[in-house]
């Protein structure tokens, strides 16, 4: 039985793909195709290794106060858009991260090491748009979580081309084995002695 499905490179994931994409799909890259037919992640090709928080900086991010969580986001999402070229395009996005920004007091009392918040503010300026976001999803509102899927679609690639893929293996486990017969001079000889 065939079926059509979109192209394999044609998901949500790649969405946006190179700049606002999701993180590539490990399935893609250890075995060319992925099983998951709305995978959330990239099947495109990706140059830069990914760049991932680390415990302490987690950590930290955690302690913030959400003025200096928003403030670090700001400023990783505005470098990022620059070295992308799309802050013109992400004016809505920018706009509603500093409303939001605007509306949290600035932090009192405990303060966080500076060379802890230069390796969380240097670790946030390498990740991509989509990491950043990801990385303060839990404390954002939904309005700018929306904001930044609508820019992530307004580069998504039109998904015309289909394949056929096949709902069932071309050949049979027995029939793949026949096109490679194991020669009796090289074959393993097994002895039982009980």
């Known amino acids: 039985m065939q079926t059509s499905l979109a192209s394999p490179l044609c998901n949500p994931g790649s969405s946006g793909h190179p700049f606002l994409c999701a993180r590539p799909c490990v399935y893609m890259m250890k075995r060319g195709s992925?099983?998951?037919?709305?995978?959330?992640?990239?099947?495109?090709?990706?140059?830069?290794p990914v760049t991932k928080l680390n415990q302490r900086q987690r950590y930290v991010l955690q302690r913030l106060a959400m003025k200096d969580k928003m403030d670090l986001l700001l400023a990783a999402l505005r470098a990022g858009l620059h070295r992308d070229g799309?802050?013109?395009?992400?004016?809505?996005?920018?706009?509603?991260?500093?409303?939001?920004?605007?509306?949290?007091?600035?932090?009192?009392?405990?303060?966080?090491?500076?060379?802890?918040?230069?390796?969380?503010?240097?670790?946030?300026?390498?990740?991509?748009?989509?990491?950043?976001?990801?990385?303060?999803?839990?404390?954002?509102?939904?309005?700018?979580?929306?904001?930044?899927?609508?820019?992530?679609?307004?580069?998504?690639?039109?998904?015309?081309?289909?394949?056929?893929?096949?709902?069932?293996?071309?050949?049979?486990?027995?029939?793949?084995?026949?096109?490679?017969?194991?020669?009796?001079a090289h074959a393993p000889v097994l002895i039982w002695h009980l």
Do not use: W
């Open 34 to 48: 992925c099983h998951v037919q709305e995978c959330k992640y990239c099947h495109m090709n990706h140059d830069l």
């Open 86 to 184: 799309l802050t013109d395009r992400a004016g809505s996005l920018l706009y509603q991260l500093e409303v939001e920004a605007s509306m949290h007091p600035a932090p009192e009392g405990r303060q966080i090491h500076k060379r802890q918040m230069h390796d969380l503010r240097k670790a946030l300026m390498r990740m991509t748009l989509n990491d950043n976001i990801k990385a303060f999803e839990d404390v954002l509102p939904a309005q700018v979580l929306q904001s930044f899927q609508d820019l992530r679609q307004t580069f998504s690639r039109s998904c015309d081309v289909s394949v056929p893929i096949s709902s069932k293996p071309e050949q049979s486990l027995k029939e793949a084995l026949a096109l490679f017969p194991i020669r009796a």
